[in-house]
């Protein structure tokens, strides 16, 4: 059924393209936002302006960021020759929580996955190489997924970088919980798998 | 692990019931029809949360109910009962083809070994990308061959570890069967045999990693011709066999049956020598088809610390005294449900 304000419906519409939002949810949003203050709305809106005027990728690591390079690449305490390798931005915020890695990141953007079309080509591969490629990088650790995609992705990287000379590539030990996602891991047991990570 | 009672709502033909079901062994009897097999389904459908007839969650709701509920009360922890079931279909199960055959040691390793569930989802995962790639390349242009090693080394590493468990508990069941089936008939000679899905020249070194590696890599040619990974445990077979003849190919049916009964029990054995926890054994309507002979020999096989729940049209022609009756009928379904 449709309402009889059309901009309403264009609402609606547009939050139900937003992950995880049917129609129902989007609806309820849509009143919601119909009956709030004015300022509130407003700020919403001019939020989501700033979020797509400012906000890129890190032309270093990848990450979200508001600067270029990112705060972390940015920082001159941090260690530029260690890199973790992770799948998206919400990983490195799931490690930085854990307080134990001082090193960089770098986000691929996804995990290897033919039948969702994504080879390496889909991913920031080219990217990693050109960082590691000067030399300098010691250990690149991948925190990809403990899933089948993450572990290819980790197996791929390790097998692009063999030769880098005086390199050596490294997986986080399994300890978060098979199958799952980093990103709800506990910080306990990702910090656990940061410190037993082994050699591929 | 003991059943004490089990509790179902809008299930099946039960609008709502409750069973007793406290004791060692309980015979529940009932004519066909009378829900009796269904009850055995609730209880298998507590611990493995899927119905063993495959049947979709619809069709387990009784016809005009929203939804069902089985409730059940055990004295120990859940999630071992699943597997120890013999019923009608099992002759279908042996006979169903080397998938079923599959499922049936993936179901039971899965409840006795936790990494095995792991290793069989990502293997199950690294077999769709590969064959993805197969027939992406078909098309499109050639793949990076670290890719296809990437995925190839996630099937030759978790391929071993699925070999290597499925191999040791037919091994295990093996063992079992040959001991049970001295107590039934001796001249039987059933046996269970577990071949990897390497062709037939034998079986691959466990531990060899870098030789299935190869083997992939080798194949690649004739898979992508064929669009599907043609090598693997995927592709592997449970060689069941009476006096070394294939079930599936032509022994009577009462030989079938009695032989997935004792497999099971086989299993149960497997079970309780490898968890303190003794499963429960549910035995679905033994008499269906099994010759009248065997039936006393075969209920004396249930490891004795199990509780055993085993359901016939009437009393059996030798019904342990120690057995406690659970009549089910209609009119008692209809009371309990008042
Ligand atoms: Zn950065």
Known sequence: MQYSSALLETVITELTRLPGLGRKSAQRIAFHLLRSPEGDAKRLAQSIVDLKAKVEDCRICGNVTETQPCAICADSRRDNSVICVVEQPMDVLAIERTGEFRGSYHVLKGALSPIDGIGPEQLKLSELIDRVKPGGVVEVIVATNPTAQGEATALYIARLLQNVPGLRVTRIARGVPMGSDLEFSDQVTLARALSGRKEI | MRLQSIELREFRNHREARFDLRGDSVLVTGENGSGKTNLIEAVVLL???????????????????????????????????????????????????????????????????????????????ALRQRNRLLIAERHGPGTDPNEWSAW?????????ALDRRRRTLCAEMGRNLRELSQQVDPTLDPTVEYHDGFGDSGTLEEAAVATRLQLLERARPRDRRMGWTMNGPHRARLHCAIGGEELSEGASRGYSRLYSILLRLALARAFEERQNDPPVVLLDDPESELDPRWIGRVLKLVPESSQLVVTACRELSETPSRYRRLPIDAAALASSAA
């Open chain 2, 47 to 125: 611990s493995i949360g899927r119905s063993f007839r495959g049947a979709r969650d619809p069709a387990l709701t009784r016809r005009g109910a929203a939804t069902f509920e089985i409730r059940g009360l055990v004295e120990d922890r859940l999630g071992v009962t699943s597997e120890i079931v013999a019923r009608g279909e099992d002759v279908a199960v042996l006979n169903g083809g080397p998938a079923s055959r599959r499922r049936f040691l993936d179901v039971a390793l899965c409840q006795l070994e936790s990494a095995y569930v792991g290793s069989l989802r990502d293997y199950t995962a």
């Open chain 2, 152 to 160: 190839e080394e996630i099937l030759a590493r978790t391929g071993v």
